[in-house]
C-alpha cells in the first residue's frame, strides 16, 4: 500500500474516512470498510464481487439486481451464491444474458427442479435440479465459467462451509440447495452436504477471498410471506432457519461493502409465481445503491494509481473528498 500513497499518514486519512461510516438508504446498507481480500484467486480486474443469498422465491430479486448491473455497464468479476444464489449467479457467470435468465425462470416449477421422495432424510429429493443445469447453462464445469464462481454448501458432519470451485457445477449446486428437512442432503465423497445458507445466508467472505475490488451483498432473507404461527413442517424449519441466521448478521456483512436488502418480506418461499415483484424489489435496491457503488469503486481506482503522490495538502484534499 505505502508505494500506492507515498506515505502511511495518507493511507491511514483514507482509511478514517471510508471504514468508520455506515448509512442506511432505502433497504441499502453501505458499509465503507476497505479491508483487503483475504486470499487472491483467479479473477477479472477491477469491477464488483457479487454475493448472491438464499431466500427460495424471495431470491428472484438477485435478477434485479443483476439486471440494473447489466443496463448501468457494471462489470462484474466475481460471483458467490448459496441456495438460490448459486443457481442464478451460476447462469449469469456462464454468460447468459439477464433477459435469458429471467425467461428460463418464468418456465421453472417446482415439479422441474424436485420430485417428492420421502425418506429418513428429507421429503423430496432435488437430483432433477442437476438436469435443469445441465439443459439451461452455458457452462458445465466451474473451469468453463468466463466470470469466476464460488458456490457454498454446509458439511452436516462438521458444520463448516464447503466452498466449490471446481468441477461440476450440478453437484454444488444440488448441494447447496438441498434445504434441511425439505431436500436430501447431497453425498459427495464421503461428506453429506446441505443448504449453503445454513453457513453463509450471504456468502460475503467467499466472494472477497476472491480478491474484486468491492464485495456487495444481497439478502433476501427467509421467509413464509406470514405471521402467527407456523401450519407445517416446512415454516417450522424456515423460520427455525430464519432465527438462526439473524444471529450471524456481523459474521457476514463485515465482509461486504455494501449490502442490499430487497423488500421481498411479502413473498411465500414458494411464490415463484411472483417473479416480476420479486425482480422489481432487486431492481429498486440496486438503483438506490449506484451512486456509493460508482464512489467506491473510484476510490479503489484511486488507491492502485502508480505512482500517487500527494503531500500533506493532497492527502486532505483526498480525505474531503471522500466524505462528501
Known sequence: MRKYFGTWSSLRLFHRSTSSQVEKVASVTLQHDLRPSLTHTAVLPGGVGLALGGGFAGGYAHLGVLRVFEEQQLRVSCIAGSSIGSILGAAYASGAPVSRII????????RDFARWRVSRFGLASNDRLGALVQRFFDSRQFEELPIPLAIVATDLGSGDPVIFKQ????????????FPGLFEPIQIGTRYLADGGLVAPVPTRAAREMGPQIVVGISVGLHDGLRGAPKNIFQVVSRAVSAAQKHQL??????????????????????????????????VAARAALPRIRKLLAAQELLHVQPLRLGPQGEFLFGQALQD
Do not use: T, Y
Not at 261 to 277: C, H, N, T
Open 167 to 178: 468441477g461440476s457445477l450440478a453437484d454444488a449446486i444440488r448441494a447447496s440447495c438441498a
Open 103 to 110: 425467461e428460463q425462470c418464468r418456465q421453472i416449477r417446482f
Open 250 to 283: 456481523e459474521s457476514w456483512e463485515r465482509h461486504a461493502d455494501i449490502v442490499l436488502r430487497p423488500s421481498v418480506q411479502s413473498l411465500a418461499w414458494d411464490d415463484f409465481g411472483r417473479i416480476d415483484e420479486a425482480i422489481e424489489a432487486g431492481a
